[in-house]
Structures are given as structure tokens and as C-alpha cells.
């Protein structure tokens, strides 16, 4: 399923403007982490890791919006840490709508029901529930039982409110095609999100679970078998279709960290919000100082077995606008 028709416009309008400026690197969407403080303990992630110290601060917003404008980026992830801690998040949000940027709040949804009155339904805002699996495998990954029915309860209240809601799933190597068929069935056609977001699960390096990490070769196997026979035409990802081809390993790209740069409470994260190699205060410093050509599968290992949406979704994107076949195919969704 295509994205939103407003919200594809806005995009394509941006890749314009920067292609009339002849820029080679821009920002398609931020991945802000105003705080990395979060009520739960994934075992896939490595971002409570932190210190006491820095778990404690949370980004002040008119330094969020300040990071976000200097970007030009239309679009903005809100993730964490769980976000919706934050004493602030509802003011966020709202700036940020109010400046017509396209807003994905990331949650567990643990808070997500209490927290609804803070925001307000909008063309330019989205609900990204964190679901990774049925009930038990869900459970399991996130370390608590109920966790699974908790979302499931809370993406039906902000249904009914009137919110669009997706939700965002990470697939490990203890996933199988089944597995992957039966959440997105059940996301797709029984809770009826608005859309979904998938990845393969990167190898955080101080995530405490170092055995379940998918290499290429099993990322590829797994998403070819779970697509077969078109089924992923019936569900409403919320992806490029050169991105799905790329996860069954059809068509490959190089990764473009630069377009998802990710802001946090200590700056601008080089080279992307899955590794940590230094921060900048600007986007600006971010692009001209980082040696970009140094990262990537066959330069950097840590790299090799990376197929996260952060690096190659807008690889997908940029190759989507730059191919008429491509365009009609992400505008009908095919």
C-alpha cells in the first residue's frame, strides 16, 4: 500500500527542491531521540545501556524543533528510549504538526493509552507501535508478559479516537516465514493498522542478546519465502517496493545513512542511529566532517549484515524517483 497521498506529495516535492539545488546528501526524515530512558528491557536493544546519568536528561523541545528545522527534513521519528516518558512529548508534537512536518511517535504503547489526551488526530501525525510477534514471541522479546495485550488494547482506543495508527516489527533469527506471515496477517487483518513498518534486527552491540541477529543471507531467505506467492501485496506496508525487493535480496543498494540521521540528547549521531561514532552539534558538520565512503557492507563489519530501513529505505526511495517504472509501482503499490 502507498503512502498517504499528502504525505507523498511533501516528499516529492522535497526530492525536487534538493535535486534544483544539486545537493547530494539531504535529510528525508529524523530520527529524533529526545530521551533514551525507556519502561522496558528488549533483549535485541542496546539503547538502556547508557549511564544513570544520561538515562536522567530529556531533550528540551525548542532544542528538538531547533535540530528539525536546521535539517529541512519532512519528516521526524520520535523514538527513544520510550518517548511517551518524556514530560514534555504532547508540546513536541504538536510544534512539530504545527509545522507540517510528518510526525511517527515510536512507543511500546505501555503509556500509550494514558497519554492519548496529549495529542490531537492529524493528516500529519502517526501512532508507531513497537509489535514483534504474537503474544508469546512478543512477550519474550520485550522481557514482560502482558506487554502484547497492552498494545493490542491501546492501538484499538486511539483507533477509535480517530488516529492513525502503524506499528513497527523487528524480525531475529528465531523468526520463520510462518512467523512472519502470522503477525503481519493478524496487524494487517484483525487489528487493521492504517500501515506497517518491518526490519531485520541490527546487531546493537551492547544489546543483551548477542545469538539472534540475522546475517544477509538469512535476512534475504527469510523475507523471500514469507513474500511468496505476491502476499505482500496484501499487506499495507508502509515501504517502498524496491525496499521489499531489496529485503528478498532482488535488487541491492548502497546505504545512505545521511538521509535518516538521527538527532539525540547528545547531537547529531555519526553515521547513523545504529552506531555510535561520535556526534556533531549541526547536520551541516554532520555530513561535511563524516567520511561517508568508510561505512558500508565489504568497508566497515559492523556494517555487513546491516539491512535496516535507516540506510536503505530512502537507497529505495532516491532510486524510486529516478525511475518512471519505479514511481508507478510505489504509487500503486504493486
Known amino acids: 500500500m502507498p503512502v498517504p497521498l499528502r504525505q507523498s506529495a511533501r516528499v516529492?516535492?522535497?526530492l525536487l527542491h534538493q535535486r534544483l539545488r544539486r545537493r547530494e546528501k539531504f535529510p528525508l526524515l529524523v530520527e529524533l531521540e529526545p530521551l533514551f530512558a525507556c519502561n522496558l528491557s528488549c533483549a535485541g536493544c542496546g539503547k538502556i545501556q547508557h549511564p544513570a546519568s544520561v538515562l536522567k536528561r530529556r531533550m528540551p523541545?525548542?532544542?528538538?524543533?531547533?535540530?528539525?528545522?536546521?535539517?529541512?527534513?519532512?519528516?521526524?521519528?520520535i523514538a527513544g528510549g520510550?518517548?511517551?516518558i518524556h514530560p514534555e512529548i504532547g508540546e513536541l508534537v504538536r510544534e512539530l504538526v504545527a509545522r507540517k512536518r510528518f510526525v511517527y511517535l515510536c512507543t511500546n504503547a505501555l503509556l500509550m493509552e494514558k497519554k492519548l489526551d496529549l495529542f490531537t488526530p492529524s493528516p500529519y501525525f502517526a501512532w508507531v507501535v513497537h509489535v514483534d510477534g504474537l503474544r508469546e514471541r512478543h512477550d519474550a522479546s520485550v522481557d514482560k508478559e502482558g506487554v502484547f495485550d497492552a498494545a493490542c488494547a491501546a492501538i484499538r482506543a486511539a483507533q477509535e479516537r480517530g488516529?492513525?495508527?502503524?506499528?513497527n516489527t523487528t524480525f531475529f533469527s528465531t523468526d520463520t516465514p510462518t512467523t512472519v506471515r502470522e503477525v503481519l496477517d493478524f496487524l494487517n487483518d484483525d487489528l487493521g493498522v492504517d500501515q506497517m513498518m518491518i526490519s531485520p534486527a541490527y546487531a546493537y552491540e551492547k544489546a543483551?542478546?548477542?545469538?539472534?541477529?540475522l546475517g544477509r543471507r538469512d535476512t534475504t531467505a527469510l523475507f523471500r519465502e514469507a513474500f511468496a506467492g505476491g502476499r505482500r501485496r496484501r499487506w499495507r506496508l508502509n515501504h517502498s517496493p524496491l525496499f521489499l525487493d531489496f529485503l528478498e535480496g532482488r535488487v541491492d543498494f548502497s546505504c545512505t545513512a545521511w538521509a535518516i540521521p538521527s538527532y539525540s540528547v547528545f547531537g547529531w549521531q555519526r553515521p547513523c542511529y545504529l552506531m555510535a561514532d561520535g556526534y556533531t552539534a549541526t547536520y551541516r558538520?554532520?555530513?561535511e566532517t563524516t567520511d561517508w565512503e568508510s561505512y558500508g557492507p565489504g568497508r566497515d563489519a559492523r556494517c555487513a549484515n546491516c539491512m535496516a530501513h535507516c540506510g536503505y529505505e530512502p537507497?529505495?526511495?532516491?532510486?524510486?524517483?529516478?525511475?518512471l517504472r519505479q514511481?508507478?509501482?510505489a504509487v500503486t503499490g504493486a
Open 12 to 14: 516529492g516535492a522535497h
Open 315 to 323: 537507497s529505495a526511495v532516491l532510486a524510486t524517483v529516478g525511475s
Open 327 to 329: 514511481s508507478l509501482r
Open 61 to 77: 523541545v525548542q532544542q528538538a524543533l531547533d535540530a528539525v528545522a536546521e535539517s529541512g527534513a519532512p519528516m521526524v521519528s
Open 82 to 84: 520510550e518517548p511517551l
Open 285 to 287: 558538520e554532520l555530513l
Open 208 to 213: 543483551p542478546d548477542q545469538e539472534h541477529f
Open 163 to 167: 488516529f492513525r495508527v502503524t506499528t
